[in-house]
């Protein structure tokens, strides 16, 4: 589920940039992906071209995604 939250909060923040509305802050977006939704955020940030020149969303997203499969793994051992 957080990762659909989290893909969504891209694609409107992705709008929000496009129409000069108020955006999701970049903080808020960092911490959806730590609690869950990396992955799905990580693959919305490419398909919709959002974000991806930013450093910390380009090693944050892939680093997420590597820890919480990692933690899957290990918790389904």
Known sequence: ????????MMMIDKH???H??????????IL??????A?????TMYLAHHKTKHL???ICFPLFTAIHLIIFYLLLR
Do not use: D, P
């Open 16 to 18: 929000n940039a496009i």
């Open 39 to 43: 992955l799905l955020m990580w693959i």
């Open 20 to 29: 000069k509305k108020k955006r999701i802050s970049e903080k808020t977006l």
């Open 1 to 8: 589920i957080i990762n659909v939250i989290g893909s969504l």
């Open 32 to 37: 959806t992906s730590c609690f869950g939704g």
């Open 56 to 58: 910390h969303f380009v």
